[in-house]
């Protein structure tokens, strides 16, 4: 797919001049989209799938989208709906067991915040997917309450019930006590 420049009229939005087309969108925003996608699922593999998913769907409506403004949402919206509707129709194929594998040490020479930069990313990974997906939104995208339930369908209150039991269980997490 190639870059293609549009004329821009007079009036028009600036992300309209900003992102002429699909491909120069993607690159602009990609790595943005990319950590949203991974922030909601699990595995880096299944992020770059649901990313994938949730462009294909926007490049479809593209020429639909009115307001070129509003393209993160769009493709924020798309990758929640989408990984909701994986929630729905998951295989079991994971098996929960007792203890967790350990995960691979590096050098030694990571500094402390990020190694509980990590421990945090990995309590937040451990939440179920639709506390995970609210918790991301309110405080890794910066969501008020509002657009958190716009976004994932549901009411002020539900967002507001279930991050506040996310954070409970992140309180409790025995990873982050011991990395504090």
């Not at 403004?69 to 798309?78: C, F, K």
Request: glycine fraction near 4%.
């Amino acid at each position: 797919m190639t870059v293609t420049s549009t004329s821009v009229c007079a009036g028009a939005s600036t992300a309209a001049a900003v992102y002429p087309s699909f491909s120069s969108y993607v690159r602009a925003r990609g790595p943005v989209l990319q950590r949203t996608a991974r922030s909601l699922t699990s595995n880096p593999c299944d992020a770059e799938d649901l990313l994938q998913t949730a462009l294909t769907k926007t490049y479809l409506a593209w020429d639909r989208i009115e307001d070129h403004r509003a393209l993160d949402g769009y493709v924020r919206r798309a990758l929640v709906n989408t990984r909701t509707s994986q929630w729905r129709k998951r295989r079991v194929d994971e098996f929960p067991c007792e203890e967790l594998p350990e995960a691979p040490q590096g050098t030694g020479d990571h500094a402390e915040p990020v190694a509980l930069r990590d421990a945090m990313w990995r309590a937040v990974h451990r939440l179920p997917d639709r506390q995970r997906a609210m918790v991301v939104l309110r405080y890794y995208e910066d969501l008020t309450e509002v657009q958190t339930a716009e976004l994932m369908g549901v009411s002020v209150g539900t967002v507001k019930s279930a991050v506040s039991r996310a954070l409970g269980k992140l309180r409790e997490d025995p990873e982050l006590a011991c990395a504090a």
